[in-house]
């Protein structure tokens, strides 16, 4: 436990307290005051209400279009299921820039919308929300989903036998057993959208903005510390208790009823019926997720000239992008991925350790490291890379113009999908294995690498891609610490869609594309590799 709890207090705890000790402290007495005076202006009560509601809507609006696909991935084999599933699961790994940038391809000016019947929905809420159930969609697929595959189906039909209707049936009998998937699924929507940031800072425009782009607001555009120190605190605040909650439903789901083998439950489509819902569930995916994609391509080929590789030529030259950048827009690649798989070797470290303290011990303790090691998805990263500014300045941690800066702040991100996706399987190595090859003489060391290693090998594998594809795309903190000269690809995005000009957005769209492609790769490689189909991520 000592590495993970000495890396997140260096590099998560020590920044936030920083910014928010700034922001609240004035001749080094602290101003708890500042709280109230922040919260009672009309405007910060406008931000705090639109962040809750919008987060409400986009939950109830991703259950409702994803929970018929969570039944069909569940119960329905059909040809190409596991690609399907796959492709479905790509928005929740690609950086929200470029779900907003994809969306803005769809709805926004000149967009596929505009263009077919001179609809725009760029600058609405609507653009929020369908983003947010794009981005959101794999989230109640799998989680509730996985569940939903392992649900003996024998007791639905004894409750059938026995009288019950087909509803009822289900009500009283799979209902229960999966609300607490369904909950805990919809805490982990309401959390994302709740910290929302690329996506309403590309679609939301001026009138729209969450907790997370007002404290960017303040803290990068108004240098107002002390209203960003308590927006910090208000939303640690609601991300906490959203923890806490989840944390309770994970554990009320591990006591559903008995569970089988995924592979027993799915059956071809049988009747109208489900062939009906068949059908809707792949439209659904048809126009959800795969034409924001595909008019995201669309337009990163569109040159004034016709459709080509225009813009992608472009992206070699320094003076194509109009003085955004101090080196070429190409080279953002190679920043990002290099950046990433130092994130990635960090992830697995930390993560990995933190998920072996969780599996051999117990307690309070250990229950508070599990928790800690989830809020760097919550807590604002606008924060945390602000924070690193101004506490990594000094020595013996002068990092400030070090390149190791950014892998640190995307290996946050990282580490909580590593410990979840390493966490149950670890548990499931039995403990007497390890006793038994120290009682030949093998030393902790050995045991590990010629017990646990080979079981969790898949395992490890799937960790770090999931700790790849999420560095690669991390925004929020890198936005401040990117040096100019060695810009990653979500900043190169967001900083292409900030200028104007045609050749600025077809760039940006073909920085975009290319993202989407890695990220869509790493993605469709895990699927190959994993085993366990069920559960969480």
Not at 177 to 189: D, G, K, N, S
Request: hydrophobic letters at 55%; charged letters at 15%.
């Amino acid at each position: 436990m000592a590495l993970p709890v000495a890396f997140f207090a260096v590099f998560f705890a020590h920044p936030v307290a920083a910014i928010v000790g700034r922001g609240l402290k004035a001749d080094g007495v602290w101003q708890f005051g500042r709280i109230g005076e922040v919260l009672a202006r009309p405007e910060i009560r406008e931000v705090l209400w639109f962040t809750t509601w919008q987060a409400l809507a986009s939950t109830a609006l991703t259950l409702l279009i994803a929970l018929p696909g969570a039944y069909v991935f569940a119960r329905l084999d059909f040809p190409g299921k596991n690609l399907l599933r796959a492709v479905v699961t790509v928005p929740f790994v690609l950086p929200t820039v470029v779900v907003g940038t994809a969306f803005l391809a769809l709805v926004g000016r000149g967009g596929l919308l505009d263009e077919l019947w001179g609809v725009r929905l760029d600058t609405t809420v609507w653009a929020i929300l369908l983003a947010h159930v794009f981005f959101n969609y794999a989230v109640v697929v799998r989680t509730v989903g996985g569940l939903w595959a392992q649900l003996d189906p024998r007791q639905e039909e004894a409750a059938r036998v026995l009288g019950a209707g087909r509803f009822a049936a289900w009500r009283r009998v799979t209902l229960p057993a999966l609300a607490p998937a369904v909950a805990a699924a919809a805490l982990m929507v309401f959390l994302f959208t709740f910290t929302s940031f690329g996506v309403v800072q590309i679609l939301g425009g001026p009138g729209f903005a969450t907790l997370e782009v007002e404290i960017y607001r303040q803290t990068a555009q108004l240098l107002a510390l002390p209203t960003a120190a308590v927006l910090t605190l208000v939303q640690f605040a609601a991300v906490g208790a959203i923890l806490a909650v989840h944390a309770w439903t994970v554990r009320r789901r591990e006591t559903a009823l008995r569970l089988v083998d995924p592979a027993q439950t799915a059956r071809r489509p049988r009747g109208a019926g489900q062939r009906a819902l068949l059908g809707a569930v792949l439209l659904t995916v048809l126009l959800l997720i795969l034409l924001p994609l595909a008019v995201l391509v669309e337009r990163s080929l569109a040159t004034p000239g016709g459709h080509g590789l225009g813009y992608y030529r472009t992206l070699g030259s320094v003076d194509a992008g109009g003085g955004t950048f101090l080196v070429a827009p190409l080279e953002a690649i190679g920043n990002s991925v290099a950046y990433a798989l130092v994130a990635t070797v960090i992830a697995l470290v930390v993560g990995g350790l933190a998920a072996a303290a969780l599996t051999r011990r117990a307690g309070r303790l250990v229950r508070g490291l599990d928790a800690l090691l989830m809020l760097p998805l919550g807590v604002s990263a606008v924060t945390v890379g602000f924070g690193f500014l101004i506490t990594l300045d000094k020595p013996p941690l002068d990092l400030r113009t070090s390149w190791i800066l950014v892998p640190l702040a995307q290996a946050l991100v990282g580490v909580p999908f590593v410990v979840r996706t390493m966490l149950p399987v670890l548990r499931a190595v039995d403990g007497r294995l390890r006793e038994a090859a120290a009682v030949l003489g093998a030393s902790p060391l050995r045991a590990w690498r010629e017990v646990d290693l080979p079981m969790v090998r898949r395992a490890l594998l799937v960790a770090a891609g999931f700790a790849f594809a999420v560095s690669l795309g991390e925004f929020g903190a890198t936005v401040f610490i990117a040096r100019p000269d060695r810009p990653t690809l979500p900043v190169a995005v967001a900083r292409l869609l900030g200028r104007a000009g045609e050749l600025n957005y077809g760039q940006a769209m073909a920085l975009s594309t290319i993202l989407m492609a890695v990220c869509a790769v790493s993605l469709l490689l895990l699927e190959r590799i994993r085993t366990d189909r069920a559960g969480e991520f």
